[in-house]
């Protein structure tokens, strides 16, 4: 019995890593095929579904025939209900979801499973501040914007919150610590026209001259071409002041 024991273990684990590697080789039949040769060794295993699931859809989401869609909803499902359930399950099965409102759901809820996952917590700020939450936004965001490993993602959705509700003088601080993350990073900002879209805070704040600041580094920092927005912005500050030139 304890020899039996032992080969199903190592079958089950060959199958399953030898089934991971294949997925991630893009090798889709021959992943699923041993994927699901491991999952009738270990049939309450929610990773094993997961990984099952990435192999059916092939990286997408969006051109599954249906009988494919209902097999991956349903690995996706039974992998989050399990003990072992992992956030990337909940998170890839959020995608297949059409009505918004489902998607929410599934998010808060996953959340309170997860509630130190930065991932899930993330993308259902990024749902709130679509579907127009922003009261629930704020709340959720709160903890990411604490935490020791700041990403500039966040920074820039707090912004928005602020942004999209406007509330000009909140929205400017967070534009702020942008800038200077982009001054103080290596690898640059995915984020361009910060100084052009602090500008026209300031422009909406009724502060021109410190407008005209911000408009004149992005100009410093644009190519000709692409000069058009912050020198617009630069003569609408010369317009609500007659301090600049």
């Keep these: 019995s304890n020899v039996v024991s032992s080969i199903e273990s190592k079958s089950l ?8 590697y294949l997925t991630f080789a893009k090798r889709w039949e021959e992943a699923e095929a ?17 990984w099952l ?12 025939a249906d009988e494919v869609r209902d097999e991956v909803r349903d690995l996706l499902c039974e992998a989050c209900c399990l003990p072992d359930s992992v956030p990337d399950a909940f998170l890839t099965l959020e995608r297949l979801y059409e009505e918004e409102s489902d998607r929410l759901s599934l998010l808060r809820h996953v959340l309170e499973q997860h509630p130190d996952s930065v991932d899930i917590r993330y993308r259902l700020v990024r749902r709130l501040v679509f579907a127009g939450d922003f009261d629930e936004a704020e709340e959720v965001v709160a903890p990411l914007l604490v935490a020791d490993e700041m990403r500039p993602d966040y920074l820039w959705t707090a912004f928005q919150i602020e942004a999209r509700r406007g509330n000009h003088a909140a929205a400017l ?4 610590r942008l800038i200077e993350h982009q001054l103080s990073s290596d690898e640059g900002s995915q984020f361009a026209g ?8 300031l422009i909406q704040l009724g502060r021109p001259a410190e407008a005209a600041v911000s408009f004149r580094r992005e100009i410093n920092i644009k190519h000709q071409i692409d000069q058009i927005l912050p020198i617009f912005g630069l003569a ?4 609500c002041s007659d301090d600049i030139e």
């Design 194 to 201: 910060l100084h052009q879209i602090r500008g026209e805070l």
């Design 173 to 176: 601080p967070w534009v702020d």
């Design 34 to 50: 041993a994927l699901r040769t491991a999952l009738s060794l270990d049939q309450e295993s929610a990773l094993l579904r997961y």
């Design 13 to 20: 684990r060959d199958h399953g890593s030898h089934g991971l």
């Design 236 to 239: 609408m500050a010369a317009l």
């Design 53 to 64: 699931a990435n192999a059916l859809m092939q990286e997408s989401v969006y051109s599954l």
